[in-house]
């Protein structure tokens, strides 16, 4: 049986199990793409900084601040200003750490919230993949597989399905959670060596 035979044997609760698994690979691949560029990003900017602070030559670090979009560059850039005291500039690049993890969460919820829902979805699929089998019979008159195979095909393929949906989307769910977990860590390490690398004035 082809994927689009099994998808036809489900009936019509394969529809939304079908946009929810679409909507679950959309955000896996647009979290998986925009975590890794963060890290990349960050830890180059980092290296690049660090070595030009500790070359001596502060226009460059200044100029590779202006350069890049980043949180951490955003959190250089400040220390590099002297018109707000560092003590306030630890505050703020702490915000900002807490502010990118919040940004980094982006759509999980909507994982979480499939990967909830879809085999319930899947159950529904199931009770009227019965309700069909029993009307077969009443409509019949008589009893046997052949009356109730539709209904109860229908039923299993509407199950295994919310089921299906589900292990993906609660699997990526908790593997972002793990992964974004980790960039918080790396983060707070970042701006802890930023902090230290650049304040050679007293916080």
Known sequence: MSIFELIKTGGWVMVPLLICSVVVWAIVVERALAL???SE???EFLLSFTNAWLKGDREAAQKLCQTRDLDIAQVAREFLSDKVPARDLVARAERKRLERAQELRR???ILGTIGSASPFIGLFGTVVGIIKSFQAMAESGTGG????AAGISEALVATAAGIFVAVI???FYNMFQVRIGKL???LKLLT????ENVTSRSV
């Open 145 to 148: 597989f052949a009356v109730v």
């Open 41 to 43: 990003q960050n830890r």
């Open 107 to 109: 759509f999980l919820w």
């Open 169 to 171: 989307a609660l699997f």
């Open 36 to 38: 890794r560029r963060w």
């Open 184 to 186: 918080q860590f790396q």
């Open 192 to 195: 802890e060596e930023l902090t």
